[in-house]
């Protein structure tokens, strides 16, 4: 007799397989890629450590697949933002806070996904998604262009550029050492002067006009 895999037995190891992506993400997010052992992994899901590997080869492999799950939900939250109705402009600024902070509310997650060292097939993702933000400045860039809202630029060269200031501004304030000096009280930009910084130094970049000198004569 041939042995058919079942729909139901699909279903069955396809759920488990979203519950320890979403048990890994949760450790990731609470202790960042170092705190995502198979061990602490197979606990939190409650299974064998064993039963992991019928999922994913390597912690090389699921650790980019818990990068790829995380990182592609902040480009869908900034597409929204860029790619909504309105002056590109304004939306870019609102795109750059919104990111920020989303980045704020999960600051060793974001932390995690923009510096912490990581896996070869974690760091092949982290270049994938780079180029997935700079492909959705390219969209707003070329749109302000096209408007005369901002000067003929090299459109792809700057959005790689943006992707890059992005991840420099923040990443200082969401290090563990930035944390541990907040939470004991010392002084330390907030989220409101990050991102207002953030977002001069990118109007500014682009060539673009500051909200408060559209209205200058």
């Avoid at 705190?35 to 899901?45: G, I, K, N, R």
């Avoid at 492999?61 to 900034?78: D, G, K, N, P, Y």
């Avoid at 870019?92 to 996904?113: I, K, T």
């Avoid at 923040?170 to 002067?193: I, K, N």
Wanted: include cysteine.
């Amino acid at each position: 007799m041939v042995y058919r895999t079942t729909a139901l037995r699909i279903d069955r190891d396809q759920a488990l397989r979203e519950r320890i992506l979403a048990c890994a993400l949760a450790l990731v997010a609470e202790g960042g890629f170092a705190a995502l052992t198979m061990q602490a992994l197979a606990e939190a899901a409650g299974i064998a450590t064993g039963s992991l590997y019928r999922h994913f080869r390597s912690k090389g492999e699921l650790a980019a697949e818990v990068f790829a799950l995380a990182s592609q939900r902040e480009v869908t939250a900034l597409a929204e933002t860029l790619g909504a109705a309105g002056n590109p402009l304004a939306r870019l600024a609102a795109g750059l806070e919104r990111f920020a902070a989303r980045a704020w509310d999960s600051r060793q997650l974001a932390f995690a996904l923009i510096a912490e060292p990581v896996e070869p097939e974690v760091d092949e993702q982290r270049l994938r998604y780079r180029e997935a933000y700079a492909e959705l400045f390219v969209e707003l860039l070329s749109e302000g262009v096209a408007r005369g809202l901002l000067p003929a630029q090299p459109i792809n060269l700057v959005a790689a550029c943006l992707v890059g200031a992005i991840a420099e501004a923040l990443v200082g304030p969401l290090s563990p050492p930035a944390r541990a000096a907040r939470e004991a009280g010392y002084p330390a930009p907030s989220l409101e002067q990050v991102s207002q910084a953030l977002i001069t130094f990118c109007l500014r970049a682009v060539g673009a006009p500051l909200p408060d000198e559209e209205s200058q004569p």
